[in-house]
């Protein structure tokens, strides 16, 4: 059966780019076996890092939750497979560009036995909506996308929204990277499970699956799964292939033709966009009992003897995907994680596998450095960029440190594409400038919070010595006027009282909570 198309809004400007994914979506998803040692970030996530649950020396089994979520903006990890724990330290990791940051080493035993299921599975209908999206939080399951938000607090925050619909990305418009692609062929099943759990979840009637026009095999396969579930509120829709209609904004308007404010979010137009990977989590979760720890990746470029579609555990280094793979060319020069456009460059590939890594894209030459230029402003950044920004005008804003400006010009809505660095004829590195000053501006933001913080908690301090004050001088003036009423022994003797009581040593208050 093929996808029917349907009327689409239009995308503002964006780019028709070489897509060059065929070379890993010629063989099937390969499993990656169990490695020696997996390396598992407590921050796999937007959000707090998890907190550690588990000590050195301590033997887990997979599936076991190793770290727990902490605050209200976190996700919790788990063992990808069973082994010991041999070290809790900072590793190099892909999200801080190789920088290392605190993970959970655990030394593999080669038996991947698993915990026992801590409830029988039941069927998901039977669950209630609140006691579904708190069964997902468990099962560290965050946006696998690249947003890595963790899912259930997501879900948790469109429901405070009116929805209408679901809507569930598969356009995965980065050139080289074709895992989403691969997963919508081969388990298309999973993939439309996952919609009706988080349809039930969120109780809505509705969901869009997008998918991009030159998948048509993904296409085919979604639209003969859908034949077989025959469940008439999921429809298939077909996407033009443009850079970036996979952001969560401009799908929106190719699919409903609205658009989303600025500052604002996809739940503000009635919908809650997820990842199709995200959802074949969110199933594999809630009916196999398994959490997240692993993913299906893609292993590409020319830097890589056999460019595949790999499911690997979350911790296993790019060091030993890469070698399951067929290893380096003598070509290999740089290394990305993530797409060519948005994905981060990393030095070494000891840097673990985590739950957003969609890409390991080795290139067989660097990038070469342009000298920037003068803006001519020609305007086709401008023309490109899909959130119809002024990318030149920013540029000076962000030059001359201007916050307001920047915030005025809508800076917060750039969704660092990098469309616009792609066509300026200048090579002035216009998305590099944007991160930065985005960067600065929370910065500001987290200073200016600690600064009202430490206000309040000054004028708490100050308003409740104020009440001391005004309390010890009512008692003054009460004892003065009881001394008026008593006759001139017992005012010595209230003098007396009076003097003994300022004389004794005062005993500390206790602080409050905004000490
Ligand atoms: S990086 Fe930002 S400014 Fe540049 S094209 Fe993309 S959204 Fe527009
Ligand atoms: S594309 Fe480059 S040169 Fe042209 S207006 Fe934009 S910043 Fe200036």
Redesign the pocket.
Known sequence: MSAPTYDLGKLHGGLRLPAEKMKSTAAAIQTAPVPKQLVLPLTQHAGSAAHPVVGIGETVLKGQLIADSDGILSAPVHASSSGKIVAIEPWPVSRRYGEPAPCIVIECDGRDEAVELAEAIVPYETIEPDSLLQKILQGGIVGLGGAVFPTAQKLMQANTSPLEYLLLNGVECEPYISCDDMLMREHADEVLGGASILMHALGLQKCYIAVESDKSQALRRMADALSDLDDKRMVLKQVPTIYPSGGEDQLVKLIANVEVPSGGLPTDVGCVVQNVGTAAAVYRWICLGEPLISRVTTVTGDGVANPMNVRARIGTTIADIVEFTGGYTDRAKQMIIGGPMTGKSVTTDRVPLVKATNCILVASHLAPILDERP????????VVCPVVLQ??EL?WFAWADDEVKLRQHGLIDCIECGC?DM????H?P?MASFRQAKARIHELEDEKARAERARRRFEARSMRRDMEDKKRQDELAEQKRAAVRAGPADIQEMVERSRRKDSAPKARTKKGPED
């Open positions: 803006c001519i402003r020609c305007g086709e950044c401008a990318p030149q540029y616009c066509v300026c004829p200048s002035i216009l």
